[in-house]
């Protein structure tokens, strides 16, 4: 009796545990049946979104290039002469614009003063800074400064003129690499909205150019060696300047052509003098360019810091930086 106790007991055992495992095996087929249908469904939902999102990126990314290529051919391109319309189609309509008008006087010239009137437009782009002078009756382009901003994008001259400056990019050739003599130099210094500013204007005749070429600093554009100096010192004149000094203009803030790299490059029609094309590149009343700078209240807060005193003698500019 015991022994088939135990066998009973056995064979029931065996059974229940068969058929426990029988539906273990349907919950486990199930499973794999759910997450089967979910990868089915989920799957193709999740790869959708990846290459949505790498189409995305990748467009982006070819529309960047394609913009700052764009940028770079069009402003190594600019012209005299060239229209407003194809600047804008370029670039984009201008961040800033305005009428820029006045009277010029000149000592020793036939006349003696000039009025000019022209429309400027100022596009801000990723690289760089330009500054286009329209004449009010055709909308050509008369005169023009491109301000590089962008250390790690090289922008060249157009190429007809690289020659004059050795085929380097701005901010790589010093004034003293600059081919030739220059006609009219000088600076300015500012504590506030305006600029701290050089510039140096250029005429090629021998070359069978001529435009005016205009090279300067504007302290918003790309860190270059840029030394400051305050009123006082004089410049201390190379082997191309001095034999056939220039005209000094403004405030002679640097010391040595040679150790100062300019950040803007401009251009002049013929029919603009020297001068004025020099007073132009110092002009901002009709757009704000504090803006522009890349971080303005550090400049205010260390002016000083970026300006070299001669003799240790107090200026006009010292007392307006010390309010």
């Known amino acids: 009796m015991k022994i088939h106790i135990i066998r009973n007991h ?22 794999k049946l759910g997450k089967g249908l979910l990868l089915v469904i989920i799957a193709p939902i999740i790869t959708a979104i990846v290459a949505d999102w790498l189409i995305s990126r990748s467009v982006k990314r070819i529309n960047a290039e394609e913009k700052l290529n764009m940028q770079v051919k069009t402003l190594e391109n600019i012209y005299i002469g060239c229209s407003k ?49 329209y004449g009010k009756e055709d909308n050509s382009c008369q005169i023009f400064f ?11 001259l157009p190429l007809t003129y690289r020659r004059f400056v050795h085929n380097k990019a701005i901010g790589n050739f010093s004034y003293s690499d600059i081919e030739g003599n220059p006609t009219v130099i000088g600076g300015a210094f500012s ?3 305006a600029r701290t500013y050089y510039g140096e204007t250029f005429n090629f005749y021998s070359a069978g150019n001529y435009y005016g070429f205009i090279f300067g600093n504007l302290d918003y554009g790309i860190d ?18 001095s034999g056939l000094k220039p005209e000094v203009l403004g405030v002679q ?20 003098p020297a001068k004025l ?44 930086a010390a309010k």
């Not at 491109?146 to 060249?156: C, G, R, S």
Request: glycine share 4%; aromatic share 14%.
């Open 224 to 241: 270059v060696p840029f030394l400051l100096y305050t009123t006082g010192p004089d410049i201390e004149w190379d082997e191309k300047t």
């Open 191 to 193: 504590n506030g909205n």
């Open 10 to 31: 056995k064979i029931k055992s065996y059974k229940i545990n068969k058929t426990k495992c029988r539906k273990q095996k349907h919950k486990n087929i199930i499973k």
């Open 146 to 156: 491109i301000t590089a901003t962008d250390e790690k994008q090289p922008l060249n």
């Open 253 to 272: 803030n640097i010391k040595n052509r040679k150790e100062n790299y300019p950040n803007t490059f401009g251009l002049a029609s013929p029919t603009i």
């Open 85 to 133: 319309e194809w600047i804008d189609e370029k670039l984009g309509a201008p961040t800033f614009m305005y009428s820029c008008d006045g009277k010029i006087e000149f000592e020793h010239m036939k006349p003696e003063e000039m009025n000019y009137d022209f429309l400027t437009c100022v596009y801000v782009t990723d690289i760089a800074v330009l500054r286009a002078y």
């Open 277 to 320: 094309a020099w007073q132009l590149l110092l002009e901002n009343k009709g757009f704000d360019s504090f803006q522009l700078k890349k971080d303005p209240f550090y400049y205010l807060e260390n002016i000083e810091k970026n300006v070299r005193f001669d003799n240790n003698k107090e200026t006009t500019f010292e007392t307006e």
